[in-house]
Nanobody, 125 residues
């Protein structure tokens, strides 16, 4: 019973900025690993940014220095600040959660992976 809902996508000119938001509900915990991925037409979905429970972050080389992921565990929100956007950033962006099953049920093993429905980001002049 975990739901992720993305928002904040839209049309922006090259060099512009957008902030994507991911609202989560259900069994999301401070230990849950969160991430943003994206998928352009005809391409495979790729990981863009990830943030762990200890706030450690990782970014795809293509967005390093331009994107920043953050999380608010109290509000159960995850954000992706995107600056200096390029046409190549055009894609549907998906929120992702990797939930430790032991946080859900006693003696749980492994992880539960959940994706949102996505929000479209279009970078064009």
């Amino acid at each position: 019973q975990v739901h992720l809902v993305e928002s904040g996508g839209g049309l922006v000119q090259p060099g512009g900025s957008l902030r994507l938001s991911c609202a989560s509900s259900g069994r999301i915990f401070a230990s849950t690993q969160m991430a943003w991925s994206r998928q352009a037409p005809g391409k495979q979905r790729e990981l863009v940014a990830a943030i762990a429970g200890d706030y450690t972050t990782n970014y795809a080389d293509s967005v390093k220095g331009r994107f920043s992921i953050s999380r608010d565990n109290i509000k159960k929100m995850v954000y992706l600040q995107m600056n200096s956007l390029e046409p190549e950033d055009t894609a549907v962006y998906y929120c992702y959660a990797r939930i430790r099953k032991s946080d859900i049920v006693i003696e749980g093993r492994g992880y539960l992976e959940v994706w949102g429905q996505g929000t479209l980001v279009t970078v064009s002049s």
